[in-house]
């Protein structure tokens, strides 16, 4: 399966900045996803970004708020921008393989926004 | 709409018993692939199986079993003989049509298991 680098592993933030999040595949892949899991609660579906397309957004979530960036098919940045308390959150990138395990995670960005 | 319940929120048991994880889910589509996946507290998710909708045969691995039944949309988890290393949360996923067609994984709010010694 796919092996994703993630990073920030966790960042602690002032209200009002922006945190870049960056997921790096050692494969092709050609479709990304980005996750949102609040404290005690289960993931949610951010985006989709597909390379050269802009990235396809769930109910609820914003590109002004969350941008993705997708330069090619081994890199994808989401964005948290203008942050409050309330983004406080694990950040997970995903990625669609083939082989028997379907779909691989980063290891998460663990931001707290203080 | 697509979605997936896990009705139990938390369960608590001692080492060795048995427990299972209730799934159930929701779709149109005819095919769909279905996953469990565990977070423990360090918060990586661990990838535990993959069962798509033609398979219904259950499965065993080691002290894990899944029951796939269509007839009722559920997809069962059982842990036999628990151990305190198996206190995490599980998570039962959906995801719908062909592989590698663009669909992301739909979770269900996961269930927390505690397991004491």
């Known amino acids: 399966s796919a092996v994703i680098s993630q990073k920030p592993s966790r960042d602690i933030c002032q209200r009002g900045t922006s945190l870049t999040i960056q997921c790096q595949v050692d494969s092709q892949v050609t479709m990304m996803f980005w996750y949102r899991q609040q404290p005690g609660q289960s993931l949610t579906l951010i985006a989709t970004?597909?390379?050269?397309?802009?990235?396809?957004?769930e109910s609820g979530f914003v590109i002004d708020k969350f941008p993705i960036s997708r330069p090619n098919l081994t890199f994808s940045t989401l964005t948290v921008s203008n942050m409050s308390p309330e983004d406080s959150s694990i950040y997970l990138c995903s990625v669609e393989v083939t082989g028997i395990y379907g779909y691989t995670f980063g290891s998460g960005t663990r931001l707290t926004v203080v | 709409a697509q979605k997936v319940t896990q009705a139990q929120t938390e369960i608590s048991v001692v080492e060795k018993e048995d427990v299972t994880l209730d799934c159930v889910y929701e779709t149109r589509d005819t095919t769909y692939y279905l996953f469990w996946y565990k977070q423990p507290p360090s918060g990586e998710l661990v990838f535990l199986i993959r069962?798509?909708?033609?398979?219904?045969q259950n499965e065993i691995s080691g002290r894990y079993s899944w029951n796939f039944q269509k007839s009722t949309s559920s997809f069962n988890f059982t842990i036999t003989a628990s151990q305190v290393v198996d206190s995490a949360v599980y998570f039962c996923a959906l995801s719908e049509g062909h592989y590698q067609a663009g669909t992301a994984l739909i979770f269900g709010k996961g269930t927390t298991l505690s397991v004491s010694s």
């Open positions: 069962r798509n909708s033609f398979d219904e």
């Open positions: 970004a597909n390379q050269g397309s802009e990235a396809t957004y």
